[in-house]
Every structure is written in structure tokens, then in C-alpha cells.
């Protein structure tokens, strides 16, 4: 049985695609439905032809797993030119998604039927690419370049109804879109009509080639780098200056060359891994997740508050707990104001803001917790605190609710201890601000069940977040890869660069901050707090905090921020300081190119990473990928840390730790030893996970 089957229905030629999950365009997709329109037009029994599919999209479009591959005939380009050229009217019988090439076959048929909760959308920009088999030219002569460019910028799907209005489908059904779109083929076999979107240059007007420019000019100034979008706007210039087939050739070259670009590579690679990342080892479809209908949050403080935003953002109540009036008000306060800018801002609305606080049950005391499905403790940052939390919440708390901790650094086991139910104890780790930022790292302690980590990772996506399940360690493994950065940031700094030096490099890279302004703007005694309980020591940041420079909150720390100016200043006395304390670690600074810093500063995160991934932390790669994306502000084009480490070399990521090891004295800098093997086997990170 191939992935096409074809039936002739009164005349008409049904051919379904059926190719789970998602009736991607592979190579045998591309054959069968090649071979299905030649046949169809081959029978004299057949009038008309209608695509269609079975499963729950149309299609979702290219295979994008083919990239990069070999080409294999028919191309999707050639087959979507077949079908246009067919002597016999085809229609598309669309439900659920068409995307990308999905949509451009549908564009390349005579008619378009959908039901009502079709999707349509080209969606290539997403990915760092264009649509490349005739949708930049069919879609702007079917629809006008002013609708169809915005389409295809955004990449954002339009529903079957707004489509039906765009003229971008003839018909939407209620139900039976087969039926009417054979009905439709019919017609237009019947009628000899068969209505042309590629040839129909005629519609294109100079009002829609000046709205077009308008359109393209905005987005080229606001498209931050991305070749894609320089490439979108010529290929749907060509529309207004060029034939069909003159443009269709315009678009195959830049599509061809996006592929190869490395930003079309990381943003494939993250599309794979934010898949991968879903699939929770030893949890099944069979394992059920718990209900959650209502939760509570102890601690108002601003995670806690941005925690119980994300509750009420979702529809779902929940107890806000505190020990004292005074900090409930303020929390409750803190929470009102962030509503209030989203209403400034015009995102939300009075009323939607008003529902919101009705969600949030401000309460005094533990026991508020006992009706909830979920608790989630936001406490203060100490194990005592925690366990003692956790103790009385395994008295109060109503059997099989999920006790989470938010805890960034604390070792789970010991607080799930506290309580006498250690399997519904895990960690439920937010990221500042939590009710913005998108990772969740659901933390899996031994001894946890299973049907608590499914509760947890079905709970994140709920509240919009990006789960994902990682083991239990210090600082599990985002903050554990941040802390080597850190600590990478202040050698730098006794080493010869300055601050704002370091900052660039990664500014550069893509992060919207560097390490010191992020560290100015979260408070530097933070850090400074949680290396005195450890026994740690950093010379400049330690420094920085005896002269109470706590960052913009006291007006300066490793920069001046004068009169509460947002961005920093350099600052002399800063510099001096650090100069002082090369001198006292008898260190001769020197300068560091732009490379160099940042090979210092991601080069040991990498090597964490490779830590992390042989203690079975992360389950893969790609995990700390969607992990620093989401958590981390780590640009997406770049991949996250380890597709850019595979992307470097990993022989050289190896041979630059071994130098920098040898330079500096310390055994942690040296290759871990899953690099140093990946490394001699000229092997990648990717080859540990089945895409390879
Ligand atoms: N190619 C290859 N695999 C695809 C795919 C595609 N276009 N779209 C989805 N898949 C795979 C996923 O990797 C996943 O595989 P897995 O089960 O092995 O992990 C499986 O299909 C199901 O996908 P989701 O988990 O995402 O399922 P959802 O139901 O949540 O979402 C979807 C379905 C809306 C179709 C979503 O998968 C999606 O947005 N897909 C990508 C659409 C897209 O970007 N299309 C454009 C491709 S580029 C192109 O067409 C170029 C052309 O112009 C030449």
C-alpha cells in the first residue's frame, strides 16, 4: 500500500495522501501524487481530480528532515508545476493544517475547498527559509502581494474563514470536504474552466506593487540580520517585474541557498528538539497525568506572584500564601501593576485583568494550601526553610497533590525527605520573570512517580510554558551551565578584558544582555549571597558588593547608571578595581579580541553541558538546547549552546579548553570526558540522539 490511494468517485479522481503524522511532502509523497495526476490524466474514465488526506492535517508541508539531503525526483516544484498543468481541473480538499508546501500544493490546484478549522499558512520563515515551490509567486497573485507578503513574513497561519474572505479558498464546508470539492472539480471540468493562478498576472496593479514596497521596507529595516527576509522581498518583487516562470526560478535560488545558511540549519535543529524535548524517557501514552483544577503558590515574592500570574493567565485558581500580611499586600500589589502594563500596553484588557485577580486567593498560612491539586513552594532559598515547608505540607496537603519546589539550586530528595510522600514530590523550576520567560525544568527526582512528571509537564504546556524533564543536581541544568559562565565573565575580567568588552562579545553573538549588565540588572548581591554560603570566592564581584554596588537598583555596579538610567556606563573606579586585583594576583592583564571572549565564555557552559548529558541531567542534546533558548534569552539561530559547539567543532571546543586549562591552572577547564571522545571520533553532540 503506497502512501497515495487513489479511487474514482462519479468521474473524479480522489487521491488521498497517507502519510502519518502529518502528511509531510517526502520523496514517496512527491512520487505517488506525481504518478496519481499523470494517471488521472491518462484514464478516460476520470473528468477531474481532488487531492485530499486522511489523518488529521492536509499537509503539513516539505519534509524538513530532507534538507540538506541528496534531491530526490520529482522535486516538490516540478510536481506542483504538474499539477497546475494538468489538462484536468485538480482541487484541494483541505482540513486541519496546510502549511508551507502543504499550502503551495493547494495553491497550485485549480480550486481550494476547506473545512471550517483548516489552517493555512506559509510558515518557511519560521525556520530561517522562504517558501520555495511557487508560493512567494502564486500566493501574491491569488491573493495581492499587500495580503500575501504579510503571510508570509509573519508565518503565521490564517483561519479557513479569513482565507475564504482573502479569496485565498472558493469554499468552506461544514462537513464532507471531499464531497465539495469533488462537486467543485466537477464543475470546473464541466464548465472547461481552469482558472490559473501563476498565469493570471493581470489582477497585479501599481497600487499593489507601492503597497508591496511600503510593506517591504518596514520589514527589511526591522529584520535584525535574517537573510530570509531580504530574500522574501525579492522573490515577491518578482512578482510585479518578472514571469511566473522567471520568478519561480528567482525563488528556487534563494530557497536553495537559505538552506545551506546556518541560521536555516539552527532553526531546523531547534524545531526537531522542541519535538524531542516532549518525549519524556519511561512515560508513555499510557501514563495519565493527574487533574489539575486548582493550585497554590507559597511565597508572594516576584516569583512566587509571576508564578501565580501564570496559574490565573491559564484560567486555573490559585492560593497565593504568605506568613505575613505585609508581604501578601505587597505581592498582591506587585501582581496588580504588571497586570496594569499589559493594559497600558493595550495586550490586556480591564475586564480580563479583573478576572485574572479573582483567580489569585491572597491567604495567611500553610494550611490555604490543603485544596489544591498542585502547590508549588517559592519560598526562600534555603534548605531549612524548604523542609520545613514540605513538612507540613505532607500533613496538610490533600492526598496526590503535586508538591513542587522552585528551588533554582537545592537538591529535591532532601526537601521531598521532609514529607512522607516522596512520590509526589518534585521540582517545578520557573525563570525570571516567570510569567514571561518559557522554560520550565520540571526536575526528576529517584523515587518520584511517574504520573506526577507527566502531571508536571502536562501542567507547564497548559500555562504556556516549554517543560522540560531533567534529573536532579546542583543547579540541575541551565543554572549549572550559567554559573561556569559566570565564573568564566570574572576570569576575564583579572585576565585583561573590561566589562563592557565582555558584554559586547555576547551582545554580538545575539543575547539581548551580556553577563555584567544582566548581572547589574538582577543585583549582584544575589550571587554575592550564594557564593558566601558556599565558601566561594570571586575576586572583582566580591569587590563589587564590599563597596555596595548592588547594580541599577543602587545606582551602579559594574556600571554607572546615573540618575536610574536603564543602560550602564562604563565606569572608571570599576576598572581601576579591577586592575587592583590582577595586580594582587600577580596577573599581567592583556587584551582579548571579541573571539577569544567569547570562545572563553561558551566553551566551559559547553563543556558543563557534556557533563550534564553523561550524569543523565539532560536526556539529550538538544534538551540544554531548548533549555538555553527558552530560559536564557540564547538566540534561536544560533541553536542553543551544544548545535553551536557541533557547529565550532568539537576538536576545537577540546583543544581550546585543554590551552585554557594548562594556561590557568585549573582540572575544571579540562575536556570532560564525553567531549574529549566525541572529539577524537570527529563526532558531534547530534550524533548521541537517533536524527543524528
Ligand atoms: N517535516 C517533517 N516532519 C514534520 C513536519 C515537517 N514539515 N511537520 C511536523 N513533523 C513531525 C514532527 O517532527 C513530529 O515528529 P515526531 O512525532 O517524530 O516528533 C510530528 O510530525 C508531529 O509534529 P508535532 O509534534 O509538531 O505535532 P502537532 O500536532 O503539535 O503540530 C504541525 C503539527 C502544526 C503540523 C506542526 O508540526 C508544524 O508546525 N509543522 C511544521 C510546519 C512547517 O514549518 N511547514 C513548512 C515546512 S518547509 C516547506 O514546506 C518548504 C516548502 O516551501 C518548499
Redesign the pocket.
Known amino acids: 500500500m503506497g502512501l497515495i490511494s487513489t479511487t474514482v468517485l462519479r468521474k473524479v479522481a480522489i487521491a488521498t495522501i497517507d502519510n502519518p503524522?502529518?502528511n509531510?511532502?517526502g520523496a514517496a509523497v512527491r512520487q505517488g501524487l506525481a504518478a496519481a495526476i499523470a494517471q488521472a490524466n491518462a484514464d478516460a474514465g476520470v473528468a477531474a481530480i481532488v487531492i485530499a488526506s486522511a489523518g488529521?492535517?492536509f499537509i503539513?508541508?516539505?519534509?524538513?528532515?530532507e534538507f540538506g539531503e541528496p534531491p530526490v525526483a520529482p522535486s516538490?516544484p516540478d510536481l506542483l508545476d504538474a499539477i497546475e498543468a494538468s489538462a484536468k481541473p485538480v482541487v484541494a480538499a483541505i482540513q486541519g493544517?496546510a502549511?508551507?508546501?502543504?499550502l503551495?500544493v493547494a495553491l497550485a490546484c485549480h480550486g481550494r475547498v476547506a473545512l471550517p478549522g483548516a489552517k493555512l499558512g506559509?510558515?518557511?520563515i519560521?525556520?530561517g527559509?522562504i517558501?520555495?515551490?511557487g508560493?512567494t509567486q502564486r500566493l501574491p497573485r491569488l491573493i495581492r502581494a499587500a495580503k500575501a507578503f504579510p503571510m508570509m513574513l509573519s508565518g503565521e497561519p490564517v483561519s479557513a474563514g479569513q482565507a475564504l474572505d482573502d479569496g485565498l479558498l472558493d469554499e468552506v464546508v461544514p462537513s464532507d470536504v471531499v464531497a465539495a470539492a469533488a462537486r467543485l472539480a466537477e464543475a470546473l471540468a464541466a464548465e472547461g474552466r481552469r482558472p490559473m493562478t501563476s498565469a493570471t498576472n493581470g489582477t497585479l496593479t501599481e497600487a499593489d506593487r507601492e503597497a508591496f514596497e511600503a510593506l517591504a521596507k518596514d520589514a527589511l529595516r526591522k529584520a535584525d540580520g535574517m537573510p530570509n527576509v531580504a530574500a522574501l522581498v525579492e522573490a515577491v518583487r518578482a512578482v510585479f517585474t518578472m514571469s511566473y516562470a522567471e520568478g519561480q526560478a528567482v525563488e528556487r535560488k534563494l530557497?536553495l541557498s537559505l538552506v545551506t545558511d546556518e541560521r536555516s540549519k539552527a532553526l531546523r535543529h531547534v524545531?526537531?528538539a522542541e519535538?524531542?524535548v516532549?518525549?519524556v524517557r519511561g512515560i508513555g501514552p499510557e501514563v495519565k497525568p493527574r487533574e489539575i483544577a486548582s493550585a497554590a503558590v507559597i511565597g508572594a515574592g516576584t516569583m512566587g506572584g509571576g508564578i501565580a500570574m501564570c496559574f490565573a493567565n491559564a484560567g486555573i485558581p490559585v492560593t497565593l500564601i504568605e506568613t505575613a500580611q505585609a508581604a501578601l499586600d505587597n505581592g498582591v500589589n506587585r501582581i496588580s501593576a504588571t497586570y496594569d502594563i499589559s493594559v497600558q500596553r493595550g495586550s490586556l484588557t480591564l475586564e480580563a485583568k479583573a478576572h485574572r485577580m479573582t483567580l489569585i486567593r491572597p491567604a495567611l498560612g500553610i494550611a490555604a494550601a490543603a485544596g489544591a491539586d498542585v502547590v508549588i513552594e517559592a519560598a526562600f532559598e534555603e534548605m531549612g526553610v524548604k523542609q520545613q515547608i514540605f513538612g507540613e505540607l505532607s500533613k496538610i496537603a490533600k492526598p496526590g497533590a503535586i508538591l513542587a519546589s522552585n528551588t533554582s539550586y537545592l537538591d529535591i530528595p532532601t526537601i521531598a525527605a521532609a514529607t512522607t510522600r516522596q512520590q509526589d514530590v518534585l521540582g517545578m523550576h520557573f525563570f525570571s520573570p516567570a510569567n514571561v520567560m518559557k522554560l520550565l525544568e520540571v526536575v526528576r527526582p529517584q523515587g518520584v512517580a511517574d504520573d506526577a512528571v507527566a502531571t508536571a509537564v502536562t501542567l507547564g504546556r497548559k500555562l504556556g510554558k516549554v517543560p522540560v524533564v531533567v534529573g536532579n543536581g546542583f543547579g540541575f541544568v541551565g543554572n549549572r551551565m550559567l554559573e561556569q559562565r559566570t565564573r568564566a565573565a570574572e576570569r576575564l575580567l583579572v585576565a585583561g578584558a573590561l566589562p563592557h568588552e565582555v558584554d559586547a562579545a555576547l551582545v554580538g553573538f545575539g543575547f539581548k544582555m551580556g553577563p555584567f549588565a544582566m548581572a547589574d540588572l538582577a543585583g549582584n548581591d544575589v550571587g554575592w549571597r550564594s557564593r558566601k554560603a558556599r565558601g566561594l570566592k570571586a575576586p572583582v564581584a566580591d569587590a563589587i558588593c564590599e563597596a555596595g554596588w548592588f547594580g541599577q537598583k543602587t545606582g551602579r555596579g559594574y556600571y554607572i547608571y546615573p540618575q536610574g538610567a536603564r543602560a550602564g556606563q562604563r565606569c572608571p573606579e570599576v576598572e581601576a578595581l579591577i586592575a587592583r586585583i590582577a595586580i594582587e594576583n600577580g596577573v599581567t592583564r592583556r587584551s582579548f579580541t571579541q573571539e577569544e571572549i567569547l570562545a572563553r565564555l561558551l566553551d566551559p557552559m559547553v563543556n558543563e553541558g557534556a557533563r550534564i548529558l553523561e550524569a543523565a541531567i539532560a536526556a539529550r542534546p538538544g534538551d540544554i538546547d531548548i533549555v538555553w533558548i527558552n530560559g536564557y534569552n540564547w538566540p534561536a539561530w544560533r541553536g542553543g549552546p551544544m548545535f553551536w559547539a557541533d557547529s565550532v567543532g568539537l576538536d576545537v571546543i577540546a583543544k581550546r579548553l585543554q590551552a585554557q586549562a594548562a594556561e590557568i591552572g585549573d582540572k575544571a577547564l579540562e575536556p570532560a570526558p564525553l567531549l574529549k571522545r566525541l572529539a577524537a571520533e570527529g563526532n558531534r553532540f547530534a550524533s548521541l540522539t537517533s536524527r543524528g
Open positions: 503524522p502529518v509531510a511532502l488529521k492535517a503539513a508541508g516539505a519534509d524538513i528532515s516538490l493544517v502549511l508551507g508546501g502543504g503551495e506559509l510558515p518557511e519560521k525556520l527559509l517558501p520555495g515551490a508560493g530557497f524545531f526537531f519535538r524531542e516532549a518525549k
